[in-house]
């Protein structure tokens, strides 16, 4: 019993660490940690394509662009080229940005990739299990 426990956990752990750096946990982590804020503008929206939007901000004469997706408020829709928002940015990598406050945006990110490699995990142990039980029995 206890090795099937650490193995679940081992599993977890794995799956994690993979999931964390395959999404923006690595960035949103660096994020919450050391960001600054500024002002960016709404440059594109693609209200169709999951409430996605482009935005853009200058540091020290340069533009750099990110990616956003509206909320309930404002919706998309309500999104106009030009509407101003707050961005936060790496100080040393400007193109490291995020248009939502970092810490909670690194904690959504670090539940979804817990509750992912969780049912992930489970889902290898339990098939493991089911083709073991279904060589052992005739149908």
Not at 2 to 21: E, K, M, N
Not at 60 to 66: A, L, M, P, R, V
Request: aromatic content about 12%; charged content about 20%.
């Amino acid at each position: 019993m206890i090795g099937r426990i650490l193995t679940y956990l081992f599993l977890v752990a794995l799956i994690f660490l993979a999931l964390f750096s395959a999404t923006n946990g690595r960035n949103h982590y660096v994020l919450s940690q050391n960001s600054v804020k500024t002002i960016g503008t709404i440059s594109k929206t693609y209200c169709e394509h999951h409430q996605e939007f482009e935005y853009k901000f200058q540091i020290n004469g340069k533009w750099f662009n990110g990616i956003g997706r509206a909320g309930v408020d404002p919706t998309c829709e309500a999104l106009r080229l030009g509407d101003s928002l707050d961005v936060f940015y790496i100080p040393d990598k400007p193109n490291i940005n995020i248009n939502e406050e970092p810490r909670a945006a690194f904690q959504n990110e670090l539940i979804s990739d817990v509750i992912i490699a969780c049912i992930f995990a489970g889902g290898l142990l339990f098939g493991r299990r089911l083709k073991r039980y279904l060589s052992t029995h005739k149908f």
